[in-house]
């Protein structure tokens, strides 16, 4: 399945503005802004926070499967897509990241 069929499956993002992404110390260490060209991130980071919780390292592997062929460029190119980067970077470290709605 494409990224768009895969979003086209995941909730609604209507009632936010932003995700909040948290680091181990539940510190902001990025927000991601409910906005063309960011809301399929949102979407999907909202999944995570509904079924995990959090980016877990299980989290991020099923993340990276939603975002599809996004996985594939975001690795082939570093930086072009740092909310997939972020993911890749979960696996790696094994380190969770909290995630905190930012009400519409």
């Known amino acids: ?10 909730p609604a993002i209507d009632h936010l503005a932003a995700i909040n992404v948290l680091d181990t110390d539940g510190t902001v260490i990025d927000t991601v802004e ?3 060209g960011k809301s399929g991130s949102v979407k999907v980071y909202n999944h995570l926070a509904q079924v995990y919780g959090a980016i877990t390292p ?7 499967a939603i975002f599809a062929e996004h996985t594939d460029d975001a ?8 909310n ?4 890749d ?3 790696a470290t094994g ?3 909290g995630l905190q709605e930012v009400p519409a």
Do not use: C, S, Y
């Not at 399945?1 to 995941?10: G, I, K, R, S, V």
């Not at 299980?58 to 990276?64: I, N, P, Q, S």
């Not at 690795?75 to 740092?82: C, T």
């Open 1 to 10: 399945m494409t990224f768009a069929e895969n979003l086209a499956a995941l």
């Open 58 to 64: 299980e989290a991020a592997t099923a993340a990276l």
């Open 89 to 91: 970077q979960v696996i």
């Open 84 to 87: 997939i980067d972020r993911l």
């Open 75 to 82: 690795r082939a190119n570093p930086g072009k897509h740092p």
């Open 95 to 97: 380190n969770t990241l």
């Open 34 to 36: 409910n906005k063309p």
